[in-house]
């Protein structure tokens, strides 16, 4: 696959470059050839405005046109005549130049023999019109296709000298300078041929080896080798695709060392309770223990225990996957918290804990949730608040108003919880403290239930330090439907 990848880089590339090496060289050809066209029809031009002086002459001289109408050796004068005194003898091969005209006054004279060769090299492209642009000599065209220079006589203009626009090079000297130049703009082309190839090469290579190296890393990640990482060497998308998989790669080596860490620590929260419940069980049926109260209270206690745990690992798990359900509603901060609040009013008071709630001085908004669900956070930080506060001790409660909502701010007595420890606090199954029983800790999955519930809420919690000494829960929530469309 990447050996046909490299072929489709490097074919396109190519392609590229050779479709714009081939319009380079071809347009730069025409238009080279065009230019070098127009300069000779602009040299061309001014032999032409001699040869209509000339012809100017002859008209004044003559009276007219008629004499030159088909006399072509009297043409041919009148074209030698417009060669100028400085300009260079006629090419090689074109023989000896006209003879010039004879001075006086009369027309330009016969002359027997050959007719002479024309030194401007104009051929029969050249040819005179009268003044209704008629043919008067050389060779007919249409004046569509004809560059005209007027002839001049007496201040009118009485006829005109027409070079046909179209011509081939013809002459040694100007095919040889027009060969040169396709042979120079082909050898440019191919140079610059050459040069695509080799930089196609190191782009098809400086792509692909990154494309190769996250290949290679997407197969050890599938071979659940989370250690794998790509280097970062560059700032393009490609630099941020090796810096998404090498973030991707440590989300899943962290998720993968915790969900070692949730069944190591699932397998230590039931094997305790289990082995206790299964010791006293046997003890019962070897009838070293009587099935007495106490007995009975204790294998309760754990069996109630095992079952906490279970609904608190299928409640977090519903709650993580999304499948929690949820009845939504615009309902009152304030009353859910003082009915969980009076929920645990006989425990603090028994373990000596002050419990006070304030309320804001402003109007509190509906916020938008689930009753029950909400419910049960509110009882799980007052439980968790009841198991770890030292005696005697307090629980403050705030709510407040926030920005798009509401927040119930939970703040407890000594002890506190190490800083280092509050990141972890939702974390599933953590404990700040490890030395604490099971029975004393709970199940450990309180705060990490309350966390997926808030949430699903589009709320947030966080912990921090007490102002009371102990640990400080803050719960955000948004405001209801009917609220935010008061506002």
């Known amino acids: 696959m990447n050996k046909r990848l490299s072929i489709k880089i490097l074919g396109a590339f190519l392609l590229l470059a050779s479709i714009s090496v081939g319009l380079t060289v071809g347009l730069s050809r025409y238009f080279s050839y065009r230019n070098f066209r127009q300069y000779l029809l602009g040299k061309e031009l001014e032999k032409a405005e001699l040869i209509s002086l000339q012809a100017a002459k ?30 260079p003898p ?52 249409s004046i569509e296709d004809l560059t005209l220079v007027p002839v001049t006589a007496d201040g009118r203009t009485v006829g005109w000298i027409g070079i046909a626009k179209d011509f081939p090079i013809t002459h ?28 196609s090469l190191i782009l098809a290579r400086s792509l692909l080896l990154p494309i190769r190296m996250l290949v290679q890393g997407t197969k050890e990640i599938a071979r659940h080798n989370f250690t ?39 397998s230590h929260e039931l094997r305790t309770p289990l082995s206790v419940l299964l010791g006293s069980i046997e003890a019962l049926q070897d009838g070293v223990r009587e099935p007495d109260q106490e007995t009975l209270a204790l294998l ?91 005696t005697p001790g307090r629980l403050r409660i705030r709510l407040t ?40 800790a709970g199940s450990g999955l309180g705060l990490s239930i309350c966390k997926s519930i808030v949430e699903a809420h589009g709320g947030t919690i966080t912990a921090g330090a007490s102002s009371l000494g102990g640990l400080k829960i803050e719960v955000r929530l948004p405001e209801g439907r009917e609220s935010a469309e008061k506002g």
């Open 228 to 266: 794998v990482r790509i280097p970062v060497n560059r700032s393009d998308e490609l630099g941020r695709l090796a810096s998404d998989f090498n973030e991707m790669a440590g989300q899943l080596e962290s998720s993968a060392q915790r969900q070692k860490q949730w069944i190591s620590d699932i």
């Open 300 to 390: 309760h206690q754990k069996a109630a225990h095992i079952k906490k745990l279970v609904n608190d690992l299928h409640d977090l798990s519903m709650a993580e996957s999304g499948s929690l359900k949820m009845e939504e509603a615009d309902l009152d901060l304030r009353a859910l918290v003082r009915n969980a609040v009076a929920q645990f009013r006989e425990p603090y008071e028994k373990q000596g804990l002050a419990v006070t709630l304030e309320d804001p001085a402003s109007e509190l908004p509906a916020i938008r949730g689930d009753s029950a669900r909400l419910t049960q956070v509110f009882t799980n930080i007052l439980g968790n608040s009841l198991r770890y506060t030292d």
């Open 172 to 199: 040694p000297m100007e095919k040889a300078f027009v060969s040169q130049q396709s042979r120079a703009l082909l050898l440019i082309g191919a140079a610059i041929l050459a040069l695509s190839v080799l930089v």
């Open 58 to 87: 002859h008209y004044s001289t003559a009276g007219g046109w008629e004499e030159l109408r088909g006399n072509p050796r009297l043409w041919r004068n009148v074209l030698s005549a417009g060669r100028q005194e400085n300009e």
């Open 401 to 440: 108003r926030t920005e798009n909502g509401a927040a119930a701010v939970f703040e407890d007595s000594a002890p506190g919880v190490p800083e280092k420890a509050l990141p972890r606090l939702f974390d599933r199954l953590f404990r700040a403290d490890s030395s604490r029983s099971a029975d004393t």
């Open 90 to 141: 006629p090419r090689m091969g074109d023989g000896p130049p006209f003879p010039p005209p004879a001075h006086g006054e009369g027309a330009f004279p016969r002359q027997d023999g050959p007719p002479p060769h024309d030194p401007l090299g104009l051929g029969a492209r050249i040819c005179l019109l009268d003044q209704g642009k008629n043919p008067v000599q050389g060779a007919p065209a």
